[in-house]
């Protein structure tokens, strides 16, 4: 990277602790025998243990056995947060009092960037819109000594894989597409804010040690298939729960075929199969981008730990490594695939989608063309997408509908200004979109005339396509594929076109075929650092710097520590709402504008379950009190709050599936929700309730569940007993109903650990973690 400005990144904290990693390896070794043979996953998980003989004792095969079962407690080297989740991390970094964070850590504001008109409007607009909250994060950043990078800086991910993942590395991000630090060798991992806090304070993490999926690439990818490929095709295969509980890890001799920022793709996507993360080996193809983002140390460090003898080779798996299943894909066959509507594994190879927009009667034109975004905006993506424009401009042809370009990081757009690929999209009338998350998180104002309810297919090399994410219209209908299909779907405006194979006609009545895309795969003449003012700041702490957080304010509030839990059973809770249907982390916390409030926890929580079904009623959103009277769930909730009674919710199975959205647990526990009674429940939500003193039980007999309603009085029993046993013995529900004063009890289940009871007694995990630093 070229060092103008006089910029100077700290080398030293962008390094992975290596002689620290190497050490726990042998130990690792030393506790499963050397003939255990492990994976790269395994490798870089376990020597991020926290004590590696407690941990990998517990089993009885090697070793193997602890996949999917043990928790495992790990010591990330770093933590990175967006803007939109690190209001609520600071937050809670904030109530244990600490100097400074005990790792490196960064801030990236991307996610409250609208996209609309072109950076130079967009930005400055944004910016204005959400001072308060960027100021915040920068004044935070400051004191706890956290890198910051300011709006117009880059895509967090983007921005991550240029400075900060590095072969052997564990880091968690509070995004879901954490993972694409994995293209570059790092077991890099999404989290909720209050899990980011443990290692910001240096508390160990703990993760269910999850199953390995290997997946073998063989041959190389040719013509127009790109890595967006490899991911598109497995998650068709995978669909968006096929990952769950695993770390998908590549391997064989396709790897070394495939950019570094190729593998970042691949990576940041297998979140869309719900994957815990994604991970490739060191690979020489990471060395020209470790040494063209400035880090040739990183690089020679990395090289010759991946040359070692087997035994001491961190970086790479070991031949024989088992892996819990494994996938075989041949790059040299693949074709491209375009996945969606609505769901990012509904995968239709190229050649087959005409057919399908048919037989589906998806829209047979395209709205708008997008490009970019954390999962596609390398400079090889680019410089392809490039090359396909300049193909077509050659033949007289522009694009027929809206195109965007969102360049993943201020490095990227300034070293593609210098190369005058920003150009050559804006001359075919692109417009340029500020380096920042835009119209992938749903801030894209569109001037196009397509307004909500409008029917329309929109093409872009964006990860997630639910419902609504893009511009709130539900009816938009998000196609995603490879940066190179979507340009070239954007010249030809119709859902139907296959550039392979089809010709497009221009104003002479020439016909014209695109060649499949060519690029570099980095800047030949380097990266240049672009503009001073999105530089991050440095990582010294400054512990007088206020942090301001107004007291009127409507976008961020101070958190309080929730109350230790009594010191008996509970008793006198009420029956809030009884769920029927599914009830995700949507359902309990609504995403779309709400996303504004994240930063305060009074006002979002005006949220709670507005979409939940009542499963007397059928109605949505309406709870009814004790005297008959009906109000949303959230203002019920709070009357009871502010009248000093606790409540439960009842529901049925997987509560709180969908994403680790904390807010999901804080906001019923900040309302008075103190026991969520489920048939089953969402493994990462389970947990996020603990942390949050929630507890969540479910029903022994699911029969029991209807029992229960709406306003039923409940005590719990044996409840206090197992919290202070460590988890042992079970909790029973005595239940008064409302209707007839008949009591009744209901045996339930609880998935408490030792640790969890901690959390619940105190409070909070995080009182927990205060606890352990004031003493
Ligand atoms: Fe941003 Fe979209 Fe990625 S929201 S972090 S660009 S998935």
Same mark, same amino acid.
């Given at each position: 990277? &070229?060092?103008?400005?006089?910029?100077?990144?700290?080398?030293?904290?962008?390094?992975?602790?290596?002689?620290?990693?190497?050490?726990?390896?042998?130990?690792?070794?030393?506790?499963?025998?050397?003939?255990?043979?492990?994976?790269? @996953?395994?490798?870089?998980?376990?020597?991020?243990?926290?004590?590696?003989?407690?941990?990998?004792?517990?089993?009885?095969?090697?070793?193997?056995?602890?996949?999917?079962?043990?928790?495992?407690?790990?010591?990330?080297?770093?933590?990175?947060?967006?803007?939109?989740?690190?209001?609520?991390?600071? /937050?809670?970094?904030?109530?244990?009092?600490?100097?400074?964070?005990?790792?490196?850590?960064?801030?990236?504001?991307?996610?409250?960037?609208?996209?609309?008109?072109?950076?130079?409007?967009?930005?400055?607009?944004?910016?204005?819109?959400?001072?308060?909250?960027?100021?915040?994060?920068?004044?935070?950043?400051?004191?706890?000594?956290?890198?910051?990078?300011?709006?117009?800086?880059?895509?967090?991910?983007?921005?991550?894989?240029?400075?900060?993942? @590095?072969?052997?590395?564990?880091?968690?991000?509070?995004?879901?597409?954490?993972?694409?630090?994995?293209?570059?060798?790092?077991?890099?991992?999404?989290?909720?804010?209050?899990?980011?806090?443990?290692?910001?304070?240096?508390?160990?993490?703990?993760?269910?040690?999850?199953?390995?999926?290997?997946?073998?690439?063989?041959?190389?990818?040719?013509?127009?298939?790109?890595?967006?490929?490899?991911?598109?095709?497995?998650?068709?295969?995978?669909?968006?729960?096929?990952?769950?509980?695993?770390?998908?890890?590549?391997?064989?001799?396709?790897?070394?075929?495939?950019?570094?920022?190729?593998?970042?793709?691949?990576?940041?996507?297998?979140?869309?199969?719900?994957?815990?993360?994604?991970?490739?080996?060191?690979?020489?193809?990471?060395?020209?981008?470790?040494?063209?983002?400035?880090?040739?140390?990183?690089?020679?460090?990395?090289?010759?730990?991946?040359?070692?003898?087997?035994?001491?080779?961190?970086?790479?798996?070991?031949?024989?490594?088992?892996?819990?299943?494994?996938?075989?894909?041949? /790059?040299?066959?693949?074709?491209?695939?375009?996945?969606?509507?609505?769901?990012?594994?509904?995968?239709?190879?190229?050649?087959?989608?005409?057919?399908?927009? &048919?037989?589906?009667?998806?829209?047979?034109?395209?709205?708008?063309?997008?490009?970019?975004?954390?999962?596609?905006?390398?400079?090889?993506?680019?410089?392809?997408?490039?090359?396909?424009?300049?193909?077509?401009?050659?033949?007289?042809?522009?694009?027929?509908?809206?195109?965007?370009?969102?360049?993943?990081?201020?490095?990227?757009?300034?070293?593609?200004?210098?190369?005058?690929?920003?150009?050559?999209?804006?001359?075919?009338?692109?417009?340029?979109?500020?380096?920042?998350?835009?119209?992938?998180?749903?801030?894209?104002?569109?001037?196009?005339?397509?307004?909500?309810?409008?029917?329309?297919?929109?093409?872009?090399?964006?990860?997630?396509?639910?419902?609504?994410?893009?511009?709130?219209?539900?009816?938009?209908?998000?196609?995603?594929?490879?940066?190179?299909?979507?340009?070239?779907?954007?010249?030809?405006?119709?859902?139907?076109?296959?550039?392979?194979?089809?010709?497009?006609?221009?104003?002479?009545?020439?016909?014209?075929?695109?060649?499949?895309?060519?690029?570099?795969?980095?800047?030949?003449?380097?990266?240049?650092?672009?503009?001073?003012?999105?530089?991050?700041?440095?990582?010294?702490?400054?512990?007088?710097?206020?942090?301001?957080?107004?007291?009127?304010?409507?976008?961020?509030?101070?958190?309080?520590?929730?109350?230790?839990?009594?010191?008996?059973?509970?008793?006198?809770?009420?029956?809030?709402?009884?769920?029927?249907?599914?009830?995700?982390?949507?359902?309990?916390?609504?995403?779309?504008?709400?996303?504004?409030?994240?930063?305060?926890?009074?006002?979002?929580?005006?949220?709670?379950?507005?979409?939940?079904?009542?499963?007397?009623?059928?109605?949505?959103?309406?709870?009814?009190?004790?005297?008959?009277?009906?109000?949303?769930?959230?203002?019920? @909730?709070?009357?009871? &709050?502010?009248?000093?009674?606790?409540?439960?919710?009842? @529901?049925?199975?997987?509560?709180?599936?969908?994403?680790?959205?904390?807010?999901?647990?804080?906001?019923?526990?900040?309302?008075?929700?103190?026991?969520?009674?489920?048939?089953?429940?969402?493994?990462?939500?389970?947990?996020?309730?603990?942390?949050?003193?929630?507890?969540?039980?479910?029903?022994?007999?699911?029969?029991?569940?209807? /029992?229960?309603?709406?306003?039923?009085?409940?005590?719990?029993?044996?409840?206090?007993?197992?919290?202070?046993?460590?988890?042992?013995?079970?909790?029973?529900?005595?239940?008064?109903?409302?209707?007839?004063?008949?009591?009744?009890?209901?045996?339930?289940?609880?998935?408490?650990?030792?640790?969890?009871?901690?959390?619940?007694?105190?409070?909070?995990?995080?009182?927990?973690?205060?606890?352990?630093?004031?003493?």
């Amino acid at each position: 990277t &070229k060092s103008s400005h006089g910029y100077q990144p700290d080398i030293q904290s962008r390094t992975p602790p290596y002689p620290k990693l190497l050490k726990r390896l042998h130990e690792v070794r030393r506790v499963l025998g050397p003939e255990r043979q492990l994976t790269l @996953a395994e490798k870089i998980l376990y020597s991020h243990l926290d004590n590696v003989e407690e941990s990998l004792l517990s089993s009885t095969d090697n070793g193997l056995n602890i996949r999917g079962r043990a928790n495992l407690k790990l010591k990330p080297d770093r933590v990175a947060m967006q803007d939109a989740s690190a209001q609520m991390a600071l /937050l809670q970094f904030m109530t244990c009092n600490l100097p400074s964070t005990a790792v490196p850590a960064s801030i990236h504001c991307d996610h409250m960037i609208v996209g609309e008109r072109g950076a130079d409007v967009d930005l400055p607009e944004s910016i204005k819109g959400n001072k308060e909250v960027f100021d915040f994060l920068e004044s935070a950043a400051k004191k706890y000594g956290i890198e910051f990078w300011p709006p117009g800086a880059g895509i967090i991910h983007q921005t991550v894989l240029e400075n900060y993942s @590095a072969p052997g590395l564990m880091m968690l991000g509070t995004d879901s597409h954490t993972p694409n630090a994995g293209g570059l060798g790092a077991i890099a991992i999404g989290v909720g804010g209050a899990d980011a806090v443990d290692a910001l304070v240096d508390a160990p993490w703990e993760l269910k040690a999850p199953k390995v999926l290997g997946v073998r690439l063989e041959g190389e990818l040719n013509g127009w298939a790109s890595p967006k490929d490899v991911i598109l095709y497995l998650a068709g295969k995978l669909t968006v729960r096929g990952g769950t509980g695993f770390i998908i890890e590549y391997h064989g001799p396709g790897v070394d075929s495939l950019s570094c920022t190729g593998m970042a793709t691949i990576a940041n996507m297998g979140a869309e199969a719900g994957a815990t993360t994604s991970l490739f080996p060191f690979s020489e193809r990471h060395v020209p981008y470790l040494e063209s983002t400035g880090r040739s140390s990183i690089a020679l460090q990395a090289q010759t730990i991946a040359s070692a003898t087997p035994l001491q080779n961190l970086l790479r798996a070991d031949k024989d490594a088992q892996y819990d299943e494994v996938i075989t894909i041949d /790059l040299s066959t693949l074709e491209p695939h375009v996945n969606g509507p609505h769901t990012p594994d509904l995968s239709t190879p190229l050649s087959k989608f005409a057919e399908a927009v &048919k037989t589906n009667q998806w829209p047979t034109k395209v709205s708008a063309g997008l490009i970019g975004s954390c999962t596609n905006s390398s400079y090889q993506d680019m410089a392809r997408a490039e090359n396909l424009v300049k193909q077509a401009s050659s033949a007289g042809l522009t694009p027929t509908v809206p195109f965007y370009v969102t360049p993943g990081s201020e490095q990227i757009r300034a070293t593609l200004e210098r190369d005058e690929t920003l150009n050559t999209f804006v001359d075919v009338g692109g417009v340029v979109l500020a380096n920042a998350c835009g119209p992938c998180i749903g801030q894209w104002k569109r001037t196009d005339g397509v307004e909500k309810g409008d029917d329309n297919a929109i093409f872009t090399s964006f990860n997630r396509n639910f419902r609504g994410r893009n511009d709130g219209n539900p009816d938009t209908m998000n196609f995603l594929a490879s940066p190179e299909i979507v340009t070239a779907m954007s010249y030809a405006g119709s859902t139907t076109f296959n550039p392979m194979t089809d010709a497009l006609t221009n104003a002479k009545g020439e016909e014209f075929r695109f060649s499949p895309p060519t690029g570099a795969e980095l800047p030949p003449s380097g990266f240049e650092i672009g503009k001073p003012e999105f530089l991050p700041s440095s990582g010294a702490p400054i512990p007088s710097t206020p942090v301001i957080v107004s007291p009127t304010s409507d976008r961020l509030a101070l958190l309080d520590p929730f109350p230790p839990f009594p010191h008996n059973d509970l008793s006198g809770l009420r029956v809030l709402y009884k769920v029927t249907g599914k009830c995700t982390t949507d359902t309990i916390s609504a995403a779309g504008p709400w996303l504004k409030y994240k930063g305060h926890l009074p006002n979002i929580s005006a949220n709670t379950l507005i979409t939940a079904i009542n499963a007397a009623t059928g109605e949505v959103n309406i709870a009814y009190d004790i005297d008959g009277s009906t109000s949303g769930i959230p203002e019920l @909730a709070q009357k009871w &709050k502010d009248q000093g009674l606790e409540w439960l919710v009842v @529901a049925e199975h997987n509560y709180g599936e969908g994403s680790a959205r904390e807010h999901a647990a804080l906001q019923p526990r900040y309302l008075g929700g103190r026991v969520i009674l489920a048939k089953s429940f969402a493994r990462i939500h389970e947990t996020n309730l603990k942390k949050q003193g929630v507890v969540p039980l479910t029903f022994e007999n699911e029969a029991d569940y209807d /029992l229960i309603t709406a306003c039923d009085e409940v005590s719990t029993i044996g409840l206090f007993d197992v919290l202070t046993n460590r988890g042992q013995g079970s909790v029973s529900l005595k239940l008064t109903r409302r209707a007839t004063g008949e009591e009744v009890v209901i045996k339930t289940r609880h998935t408490m650990s030792e640790d969890q009871c901690g959390f619940v007694l105190a409070g909070s995990a995080l009182n927990v973690l205060a606890r352990m630093q004031r003493s």
